[in-house]
């Protein structure tokens, strides 16, 4: 999906903007860990937390070395 | 129902997707951007956008309701009624579709058979998919209402605001990248389900002793011949043989991703991408029924409020929201795609095809971003009327497809696959087959048979009016049926070199 930015846009694509995304989401479930009262919920969530941070970070850093990588074949 | 911290994980994934679907505005440029994302789209995102399509709050709800009522061949739904039909559609079905550079499966049908074939497929998917929005509005509303206790109506119109916003603005491209952020969603809150309902009933060995002790048939995939719902003749004819490669080589919010492909390779591989991960589907809602009936003290009074206990009283606070943002996940995605398609059909083949022809692209832009725009407002207005108004509106639907889905495969399977079915054959097979299937519906015949004999009609049909016409020209054909592929030499010459090259 990288090659589907417009020529000329320096702005994130569109696998940056996922994994910001899913990072938000991650950090939410992992702030969210002080909600249940059991350690088991408290892992659970920490748990899906942590996944969901991980998928953002892999879409984040592989879209950013897309656009770097485009940028300078572009110069 | 839901905590605080549960209800901002809601609001945030609502928020969250309206931003990421409007950012793909400024991808769209001409009509092929919009109905067909410029034919750009990658592997994985076909493949994850298709699973998260397929993927409904009927799946939740209503699937978790029937494994807990009939056990894991409610999971045949999935495996057996979808493996491998897409695998068939990948390989034989979306190359064809593709090569034609078709936009909607009618359209390829229009080419390969006549106008005729092509409106009359374009107005039974284009109405049926008009009707499915209006229920998966109904739906999403029924759900907000449900689990955050907000009015049906605010739930509508949430759902309208958002989804309609980002269809409207991003076309196929927003679509199938919310659709791919929305399965990463499902998946991790399925799994985090599994997880805790293995550890409450003591793993898979615990699972199967609580459940079995009352429910010996719940672990048995095929059930037997008289059962009621789900025959295992009845489950491999119709829908192994009939509904499943129908639902996934011909409709057209499935296809229509693959259309968006940016090469044959990735139409394919996306299609079969999509397969693997339909092996993971059942874990979302299987597995949940099965947890409620082995932890339930008491047997629920209505099936469908399988997942609902389980959220209640097996989710953490935090991780029942998330479960609860998959649960909105999939009816996004499912509104998303099918709003899209259904503009998309009755834009090239209705509008485009019977009544402006030859507009300015930027023409037909504005026209399907326009109809977007007003199925919304219809979808979100027929949501009450068209779902109050008949009892079992998901079983009407699910009949109505099925008075069309056996003729559809029909004349599309003898399309690709036999150059001297003709356009008389094709027209006579599928309204034949569709007479066929409305008639042995009359007769009270179970859904599953009404489909594969519907679908034998079609066929039957199809071959003999094909061998008594006259065959269609060489040139037409070309490209389009798989014979004539084998035998063009200019392909198979191109086939050679580039396996000399190496490639």
């Keep these: 999906m990288e090659d589907m930015k417009p020529k000329g846009d320096s702005g994130p694509n569109p696998l940056e903007v996922m994994g910001l995304f899913w990072i938000a989401l991650g950090i939410i479930m992992v702030v969210a860990v002080y909600a249940p009262p059991t350690m088991f919920g408290k892992l659970t969530n920490l748990a899906a937390g942590v996944i969901l941070l991980a998928i953002g970070l892999i879409a984040l850093l592989k879209g950013r070395a897309k656009r770097i990588s485009g940028e300078i074949e572009n110069e | ?503």
């Design chain 2, 1 to 503: 129902m839901i905590s605080g911290i549960d209800l901002f994980i809601v609001i945030f994934f609502i928020v969250g997707v309206f931003v990421v679907g409007v950012y793909f505005k400024k991808f769209i440029h001409t009509s092929e951007d919009y109905f067909l994302a410029g034919r750009k789209l990658t592997w994985w995102v076909i493949g994850m956008s298709i699973i998260g399509t397929n993927i409904g709050s009927y799946d939740y709800v209503g699937g978790a309701g029937a494994a807990y009522d009939v056990g894991i061949a409610q999971a045949n739904y999935e495996w057996i009624g979808a493996i491998p039909a897409m695998v068939i559609s990948a390989l034989l079905f979306v190359p064809y579709y593709w090569r034609a550079g078709a936009y909607t499966v009618p359209e390829y049908l229009g080419k390969r058979y006549s106008q005729p074939v092509r409106v009359i497929e374009a107005l039974l998917w284009g109405s049926f998919l008009v009707c499915c929005l209006a229920i998966f509005f109904w739906a999403s509303g029924l759900m907000i209402n449900t689990y955050v206790g907000w009015p049906i109506w605010l739930g509508i119109l949430i759902t309208a605001v958002v989804v309609g916003i980002y269809t409207v603005t991003g076309g196929l491209t927003a679509v199938a990248m919310t659709d791919v952020i929305q399965l990463a969603i499902m998946l991790v809150g399925g799994f985090a389900v599994a997880i805790i309902g293995f550890h409450e009933v003591g793993g898979w060995g615990g699972l199967v002793e609580k459940v079995t002790v009352e429910h010996p048939d719940h672990f048995r995939l095929f059930l037997p011949l008289d059962h009621d719902t789900y025959p295992w003749l009845g489950m491999i004819l119709g829908l192994g043989l009939v509904l499943s490669p129908a639902w996934w080589c011909c409709h057209q919010a499935i296809i229509q991703r693959t259309l968006g492909a940016r090469s044959e390779w990735d139409a394919k591989a996306g299609m079969l991408s999509a397969a693997f991960l339909k092996m993971l589907v059942p874990l979302l809602y299987v597995l949940p029924g099965l947890f409620v009936l082995a932890l339930a003290a008491e047997p629920l009074s209505d099936k469908d409020q399988a997942l609902p206990w389980a959220i209640k009283n097996m989710l953490p606070a935090g991780l029942a929201g998330l479960v609860f943002a998959a649960f909105l996940a999939a009816i996004f995605s499912s509104v998303d795609s099918t709003l899209n398609s259904a503009v998309t059909i009755w834009t090239r083949d209705i509008y485009q095809n019977l009544f402006v022809k030859k507009a300015p692209d930027k023409h037909y832009l504005n026209f399907g971003r326009g109809l977007t725009m007003v199925f919304v407002v219809l979808g979100a207005l027929l949501a009450k009327p068209l779902t109050t108004s008949f009892e079992g509106i998901y079983m009407a639907m699910q009949t109505l497809l099925t008075f069309f889905q056996g003729p559809t495969l029909a004349t599309v399977l003898l399309g690709i696959m036999w150059a001297r079915a003709t356009r008389w054959g094709g027209l006579s097979g599928l309204l034949g087959g569709v007479a066929c299937s409305v008639t042995l519906h009359m007769t009270g015949m179970n859904f599953l048979y009404v489909a594969w004999w519907s679908f034998v009609a079609a066929l039957i049909i199809n071959a003999i009016v094909s061998l008594l016409t006259k065959p269609e020209p060489l040139e037409k054909l070309r490209g389009l049926v798989y014979g004539l592929v084998m035998k063009d030499e200019h392909v198979q010459n191109s086939l050679s070199s580039r396996v000399e090259g190496g490639e």
